[in-house]
């Protein structure tokens, strides 16, 4: 999977006609390149090209680091909603941050539904929401019933019009919007040592999971009775 914090990369090629093209990885010399094979909803294709040692697979598909982990998010291309727009990363952002709180979150809904006659958990892989402010890209826990109903939803959500900005819901609602650090550095032009990277990273996903479990406990709290009237 890709990590959203890795360097921007170019979305295009310029070469004379004739000129062979060379792999985009930076610093490589190798000619032996194919082009990746993204294309997304609006029909633009993805002109980088690749040597093998950098080239990802996808299937039978051959594409960049980037939109490897796209089409990964998203499962097979027959089953996979309209792709984001070339430079639009919502769904590996999404895929990349669940898969970051997946273990802690699927425990606090599997206690909650261990005290829960006929509830279990359930996991859906990221999927598209459109909604009356755009399209939103998410990956949801949920606890359902043994009719099928939901009676708890946490969903980890990046709207298009809003990438790299993560927003946590539970139910419906925003419990919390966030970049993450790793990115905020990559917006910033800033380079931390590895060691620094992955203290922040295990400290965001630990708050995270915080939020959610006291979001959990809110969204389940029995509401208080009305104070009865005096007089």
Partial sequence: MDD???AAQPLAVVSDLGTPRRCYEKGCPANGVVSCDFVDRHGRGCLTSWCPPHRFTV???TFCRRHASIVRALGTAEHHPPLPELDNRAPSLVDWVSTGIDRQVQALIEDLAAARDGEELAVEPVHLVV???GRRWG???TLRNA???DTLRVSV???EHSDPEIAVRIDGNVITR???PWIGHRLRGEWVPANIDVEERKTFYADLVTLIAQGIEEALAEPEPP????G
């Fill in 139 to 141: 990956r949801s826990w």
């Fill in 147 to 149: 009719e099928g109903h």
């Fill in 59 to 61: 299937g039978e598909q």
């Fill in 131 to 133: 909604g009356t402010r």
């Fill in 157 to 159: 959500e990046v709207d």
């Fill in 227 to 230: 104070v009865a009237g005096h």
């Fill in 178 to 180: 966030s970049i993450a």
């Fill in 4 to 6: 959203p914090g890795h």
